[in-house]
């Protein structure tokens, strides 16, 4: 077999692809973990060698995405939809602590819904608050959509409508499913609306980062009250969920509780987690290894910034081969210009068996998991962090030959 081990260019939408040199690494270290003599699936979560990659683990992520002392990272299993229900739990649980009177009128959860992910996390929302809370769509963006029904865009701000003193505001950061992002340029409209935030507290902002976690440095971080992040997309294996929670979100659910708040299990609970340091029950030792050894190796390339570089040149280049087949006639994009992914870019193929074709000719040069979710349809294209510019390169040129020989 060859150095590559025969593999192909894996544009899946997650599980995805993850560096060679870390599939090479984790190989070593499943047979001998640090010089331990014991595989990393094998060690104790105790050991003082696991300990000691952790907390290297943390401290990277800490310091690249530069989150400040008023923030936990903690490590949990149960994916992004565990965050769904957790979120909710803790945060009622934090606004009961806060309001011990609160009617279930006046306690708000709002939600941002701009796409499959955010309408999920709401109806969750809504299946655990019956009684005690009122779960709001601040703003639905599907009904500023082309058709009235697709998430295609990020709305206007004047469109965003939140409760006077919510118990929470979530959004999603960037829609995997239907390729919706907020810009992280400040001043488009496109970006989340910070400036809608009281200024006078502490608000209880979430975001749910799963496929955008670690590409480029996260806008007003200190200004969130928890982003999460399962790590199967840019950096490691399903099975890890990486929290940052601002202090003041890690409460007493127990005290809570006797006030009214819905209990909380304890492998949910902030309090629990930071309490243990992410260790109160057996954490997935082998997730944690391959996203510390991605951590790793992210560091060792120069960071964010290099991350973030290669990330905005390989979407602008993808978005510009998509636009080009826009207007020959051959593509069309689905996502409304400036509300686009820089992870997951999504459009259709047009005419009869095109997309059939264009699936069919990528996998014969070794390009995959081009599929479109099947609740859209059409193309995605995933352009998480292991896939190397020179790859974005070889699929945006076969997209170039795809639009040319179908004008011929
Ligand atoms: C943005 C987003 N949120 C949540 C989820 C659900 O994550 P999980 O499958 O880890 O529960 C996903 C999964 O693809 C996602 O992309």
Request: with cysteine; net charge negative; charged share 20%.
């Amino acid at each position: 077999m060859s150095s590559d081990h025969g593999r192909a260019i894996n544009f899946g939408a997650g599980p995805s692809a993850l560096p060679l040199s870390v599939l090479e690494e984790t190989q070593t270290g499943l047979l001998n973990f640090e010089g331990t003599g014991m595989g990393i699936a094998e060690i104790s979560h105790r050991s003082k060698e696991f300990q000691a990659f952790l907390d290297e683990f943390e401290h990277n992520i800490r310091t690249q995405l530069d989150v400040p002392p008023t923030h936990r990272i903690l490590f949990t299993q149960g994916g992004g939809t565990g965050q769904f229900s957790a979120v909710v739990l803790n945060l009622l649980a934090r606004y009961r602590l806060l309001h011990p009177q609160a009617s279930a009128a006046d306690t708000v959860l709002d939600y941002v819904v701009t796409g499959s992910w955010s309408k999920k996390a709401a109806e969750e929302a809504r299946r655990l608050s019956g009684g005690v809370a009122t779960v709001r769509t601040a703003v639905d963006a599907r009904v500023y959509s082309k058709d009235g029904k697709s998430f295609d865009n990020i709305p206007p701000h004047a469109e965003f409508a939140f409760a006077d003193d919510p118990a929470l505001i979530y959004y999603c950061e960037n829609e995997t499913v239907d390729g919706v992002e907020f810009s992280h340029d400040l001043e488009s409209p496109a970006a989340f609306p910070f400036h809608l935030l009281k200024q006078d507290r502490l608000v209880p902002l979430v975001a749910d980062y799963s496929s955008s976690f670690m590409c480029r440095p996260i806008p007003r971080l200190a200004d969130h009250a928890v982003i999460y992040a399962g790590a199967q997309k840019n950096i490691g294996p399903a099975g890890l969920t990486i929290l940052i929670v601002r202090e003041d979100c890690i409460v007493d659910v127990d005290a809570a509780a006797k006030l009214g708040a819905p209990p909380v299990p304890l492998t949910l609970s902030y309090k629990t987690l930071a309490d243990s340091g992410s260790l109160y029950n057996t954490p997935s030792v082998l997730a944690i290894y391959m996203a510390g050894l991605v951590l790793r190796r992210m560091k060792q390339n120069g960071g964010l910034p290099f991350y973030e570089e290669v990330n905005r040149r390989k979407a602008k280049k993808l978005y510009a081969a998509i636009h080009e087949g826009e207007q020959k006639g051959v593509f069309r994009r689905k996502v409304q210009q400036g509300s686009e992914s820089w992870m997951n870019a999504v459009f259709e193929v047009l005419g009869e068996g095109a997309e059939k074709n264009f699936l069919e000719g990528a996998e014969k040069q070794g390009m995959k998991g081009l599929k479109g979710h099947r609740s859209v349809g059409g193309i995605r294209v995933s352009l998480y962090n292991a896939i190397t510019e020179q790859e974005a390169d070889k699929l945006i040129a076969y997209m170039t030959q795809f639009i040319a020989e179908a004008n011929n």
